[in-house]
């Protein structure tokens, strides 16, 4: 029992760290769309923040 | 069904005298507990009159006592819902008990046989077995001590994480859970007292599982009773101070650098029980990050204090109070894969995902965006029992709740800020005062109760909202374009009840009405009144004590929450600074039904399946405002829900315990009918049925505990098909599975009798969304595997 302990004990240490973790893939930026709406995602800039329906509360 | 103000106050009128009369009449009872019945036989049937009747709680003290009369029966006073055991004796007879559950939906007859001494046989300790069909009119579940400590994380497990394992539940970002397809309004209440509304979800948070003893969780078929919020209604039974001393203090560490001590105790100081806890918790990841980690800033801490004392006042009186603090300061986490625009490449723009989502904005990474919460809560309650069958509680109680969100703009609108960023400082504060009252009498089979509750809101905003200096290089705060506003919200939610429990033999009846009134006092002056009558009915049926069935019908009306009105939005430059706001929001009112069948085909096994639907008019939803943690509502024309729910208890002896459930939903609205000003031209014109946001088709939960003495595994293992996602809301995010395992051993001869307890929480690493560009950060990932150790060493003799 007390070696499972043990085990358990460097497994926290050993395991729960999320150092290490290779950084997530970052973005890279694309051309407008000339054609696109003003609140269309990839319209050219001048939109402004806006509001969100369905906020996460 | 809109309400109807005229009929609605008739009704008032003529509800008013009888509640008056009800509690002038000293036959009641509390709905904080319950007054089961029972009868004591001999082994020839005949009822045994005299025999004393002894209960006791988990930790074997003695709750109650009394004697039965010359019918052989007997009924308890003033018993909060939760697990007992009630014990006989006679003279000359060999003593019998049975363990009991109480919960404040149904009572569970008690029949106890006192035979004679010569009839006594060798006691064999009965294995345990599933629970038998609840003859409840509505979805409950109820969950005890042992149940709730035996979940990963035990005692630092969040309410919230408990709800998730029960049918119905969709868990979201930031811990929040939805039932039933049901926005947010999930009614907490701790004792008997509803808890307000908080600025946040922080009383959900604020809510460990250390503090329970029990919990009943309703889902549907409310009894009258029951107002307000009602996708759900968590019953807490708080832990109290008793004969036994018990309590432990326990540390826990792991991922994230996460440290949390916690520590609770609980005895009696004479006649008076006092019960205290309170924890720490210090975490490199608080919130839900908006990205797969590793994430930036952030870290969190948050503190929890609880007391609660109880003084038997009297023979007939006891009087509690409660009272518990909660403290967070969470970091604002960035999103690191977000990349600044190129200044000199204008035609570039940040990428949209898979599902067609804009893009969040680039936060700068020196961004020290905080957010800081603070709640208090105290309540007494005065129980006064007028006699066995008749109980009053008064209740009064206060809330403060106070979140400050702080953006940093000095960073937040830097030099790598796209041009034209905004941010913005928001405080917000409520206090709430208010109270319940409530009684009820037995008269034959009928059980009365009414009551009235009152809550008085005065709610305050203020925001400073900052325009970056696109003129300047370095970017910077625009003070020509800094704008600063303020919001006073004053409001007072009153209710009123009246229901009648009827239990006939095999067929149980709950019939009621209840009558609720909201005030709104504008900023213009003026007020806004809006009144809800819900009539509700609810039947069961047992076919035998092993097989019932139930079905529900009745009205739900649910007011707005009126803190964060709408002008927020003008403030925030949504609308112009000029234009005024008019107050719009309506109260919800639902039409819902429900029919269920809860049965035990055999002792170590129950089943139950339960349809439900649901057709709302002025449908309650949310918004947020900005790039700000401001949520205002808004009204669907109208909604509509549907759903069926399955669940399963496996009890084999003292070895293993099971359960698993699976709930399918829909829900939808049509038509945005308020708050328009805060939607497109397209939205606003868009008049088909949308799938809500907070409803998730499929949710499947399964747990199995499995117990050797003194050490104990337990494995959850939880499946959702995903919550919605895309610029009309049409796609979902992709589904996931995620298991949690606790490996939970106990030392009794090792001195201090530690416990220790290990807990992986996403066991196979499942790297899965909440939400994908929905919410106040865009996206919301789920914890990576998590791996946390919990030494505990018990207090007293019943830690």
């Known amino acids: 029992m007390n070696r499972l302990v043990l085990f358990c004990l460097f497994a926290v240490a050993g395991c729960g760290r999320e150092d290490g973790r290779p950084d997530p893939p970052v973005q890279h930026l694309v051309p407008c769309d000339r054609d696109a709406g003003p609140d269309a995602p990839l319209a050219c800039p001048s939109s402004d923040a806006g509001v969100r329906q369905d906020g996460g509360d | 069904m809109p309400a109807h103000p005229r009929a609605a106050r008739a009704l008032f009128a003529l509800l008013a005298p009888f509640a008056l009369l009800v509690a002038v009449e000293p036959r009641a009872q509390a709905t904080a507990d319950a007054a089961p019945r029972g009868i004591v036989r001999d082994e020839n049937m005949a009822p045994i009159a005299g025999a004393a009747i002894v209960v006791h709680d988990a930790r074997g003290d003695t709750v109650a006592t009394t004697t039965t009369d010359a019918q052989g029966a007997f009924t308890l006073r003033a018993i909060?819902?939760?697990?007992?055991?009630?014990?006989?004796?006679?003279?000359?007879?060999?003593?019998?008990?049975?363990?009991?559950?109480?919960?404040?939906?149904?009572?569970?007859?008690?029949?106890?046989?006192?035979?004679?001494?010569?009839?006594?046989?060798?006691?064999?300790?009965?294995?345990?077995?599933?629970?038998?069909?609840?003859?409840?009119?509505?979805?409950?579940?109820?969950?005890?001590?042992?149940?709730?400590?035996?979940?990963?994380?035990?005692?630092?497990?969040?309410?919230?994480?408990?709800?998730?394992?029960?049918?119905?539940?969709?868990?979201?970002?930031?811990?929040?859970?939805?039932?039933?397809?049901?926005?947010?309004?999930?009614?907490?209440?701790?004792?008997?007292?509803?808890?307000?509304?908080?600025?946040?979800?922080?009383?959900?948070?604020?809510?460990?599982?250390?503090?329970?003893?029990?919990?009943?969780?309703?889902?549907?078929?409310?009894?009258?009773?029951?107002?307000?919020?009602?996708?759900?209604?968590?019953?807490?039974?708080?832990?109290?101070?008793?004969v036994t001393p018990e309590g432990s203090a326990q540390v826990r560490y792991g991922s994230f650098n996460t440290v949390e001590p916690g520590l609770s105790y609980a005895r009696s100081l004479g006649p008076v029980g006092v019960f205290v806890g309170g924890s720490y918790l210090y975490s490199q990841r608080a919130l839900d990050s908006p990205?797969?980690?590793?994430?930036?800033?952030?870290?969190?801490?948050?503190?929890?204090?609880?007391?609660?004392?109880?003084?038997?006042?009297?023979?007939?009186?006891?009087?509690?109070?409660?009272?518990?603090?909660?403290?967070?300061?969470?970091?604002?986490?960035?999103?690191?894969?977000?990349?600044?625009?190129?200044p000199t490449r204008p035609d570039l723009v940040r990428p949209v995902d898979q599902y067609g989502n804009a893009s969040p904005p680039f936060v700068p990474h020196d961004t020290d965006a905080t957010e800081r919460e603070h709640e208090l809560f105290a309540a007494a309650s005065w129980v006064h029992a007028f006699s066995e069958r008749a109980q009053l509680q008064i209740a009064p109680y206060y809330k403060l709740s106070y979140g400050a969100l702080g953006s940093d703009p000095a960073h937040a609108l830097g030099a790598l800020a796209d041009p034209g960023s905004t941010a913005s400082d928001v405080t917000r504060r409520a206090d709430h005062a208010g109270g319940v009252a409530n009684v009820s009498t037995r008269v034959g089979n009928h059980t009365i109760k009414t009551g009235a509750q009152v809550d008085y809101l005065d709610g305050r905003t203020d925001f400073a909202e900052y325009v970056r200096d696109d003129a300047s290089p370095a970017g910077g705060i625009d003070p020509a374009q800094t704008g600063r506003g303020s919001d006073h919200t004053r409001a007072l939610l009153s209710g009123m009840y009246l229901q009648d429990r009827w239990e006939r033999g095999r067929f149980s009846l709950n019939a009621g009405v209840r009558l609720d009134e909201q005030h709104v006092a504008l900023a213009s002056g003026g007020s806004d009144d809006q009144v809800g009558v819900s009539p509700r009915l609810g039947v069961s049926y047992a076919f035998r004590k092993e097989l019932v069935l139930h079905a529900f019908a009745g009205v739900n009306w649910q007011p707005p929450s009126p803190l964060d009105a709408a002008n927020a939005a003008r403030i925030l430059g949504v609308l112009p600074s000029t234009a005024s706001v008019p107050y719009d929001i309506k109260a919800q009112t639902d039409a819902y039904g429900e029919l269920g069948l809860d049965g035990r085909p055999w002792k170590a096994l129950r089943l139950g399946a339960v349809g439900w639907g649901r057709y709302a008019w002025n449908q309650l939803d949310d918004t947020a405002i900005g790039e700000t943690n401001l949520i205002a509502n808004y009204n669907f024309q109208r909604g509509r829900a549907v759903g069926v729910e399955g669940r399963a208890e496996l009890v084999l002896g003292h070895w293993l315990s099971a359960f698993g459930n699976v709930s399918w939903e829909i829900a939808q609205g049509q038509g945005i009918a308020s708050a328009r000003y805060l939607f497109t031209p397209?939205?606003?014109?868009?008049?088909?049925?949308?799938?809500?946001?907070?409803?998730?088709?499929?949710?499947?939960?399964?747990?199995?505990?499995?117990?050797?003495?003194?050490?104990?595994?337990?494995?959850?293992?939880?499946?959702?098909?995903?919550?919605?996602?895309?610029?009309?809301?049409?796609?979902?995010?992709?589904?996931?599975?995620?298991?949690?395992?606790?490996?939970?051993?106990?030392?009794?001869?090792?001195?201090?009798?530690?416990?220790?307890?290990?807990?992986?929480?996403?066991?196979?690493?499942?790297?899965?969304?909440?939400?994908?560009?929905?919410?106040?950060?865009?996206?919301?990932?789920?914890?990576?595997?998590?791996?946390f150790a919990r030494l505990a060493i018990p207090l007293g003799e019943g830690g």
């Open chain 2, 682 to 787: 397209d939205q606003l014109a868009n008049q088909s049925w949308q799938t809500l946001d907070h409803a998730q088709t499929l949710t499947a939960n399964l747990g199995a505990t499995v117990r050797e003495k003194l050490a104990s595994l337990t494995v959850l293992a939880a499946y959702g098909s995903g919550l919605r996602t895309g610029p009309n809301n049409d796609q979902t995010v992709p589904q996931h599975v995620r298991v949690d395992a606790t490996l939970q051993l106990a030392f009794d001869k090792v001195p201090l009798r530690p416990r220790v307890a290990i807990d992986v929480i996403n066991l196979f690493d499942a790297q899965y969304a909440y939400r994908i560009a929905n919410g106040f950060v865009g996206s919301s990932w789920a914890a990576p595997r998590s791996v």
């Open chain 2, 291 to 342: 990205a797969v980690t590793p994430i930036l800033h952030d870290d969190g801490q948050s503190g929890r204090a609880f007391l609660r004392v109880d003084v038997p006042a009297s023979e007939r009186d006891r009087i509690e109070v409660f009272a518990s603090y909660a403290y967070n300061l969470f970091q604002i986490p960035i999103d690191p894969t977000v990349v600044p625009l190129d």
């Open chain 2, 80 to 242: 909060p819902f939760g697990e007992y055991t009630v014990e006989a004796s006679a003279p000359g007879k060999a003593d019998a008990h049975q363990h009991v559950v109480v919960s404040s939906s149904t009572t569970e007859a008690i029949e106890l046989y006192c035979t004679e001494a010569k009839y006594t046989f060798r006691v064999v300790e009965k294995p345990p077995e599933a629970a038998l069909p609840s003859r409840a009119t509505g979805s409950v579940s109820q969950l005890g001590r042992a149940a709730l400590q035996a979940l990963p994380q035990g005692d630092d497990r969040a309410i919230t994480d408990v709800l998730a394992t029960q049918p119905g539940f969709v868990l979201d970002a930031f811990g929040n859970v939805y039932a039933r397809g049901n926005h947010a309004n999930v009614q907490y209440q701790v004792d008997g007292i509803p808890i307000p509304d908080s600025v946040g979800n922080l009383f959900a948070q604020a809510l460990p599982v250390r503090l329970i003893q029990d919990v009943e969780i309703l889902t549907g078929g409310m009894p009258a009773e029951f107002g307000d919020r009602l996708a759900a209604v968590v019953n807490v039974t708080s832990r109290h101070g008793g």
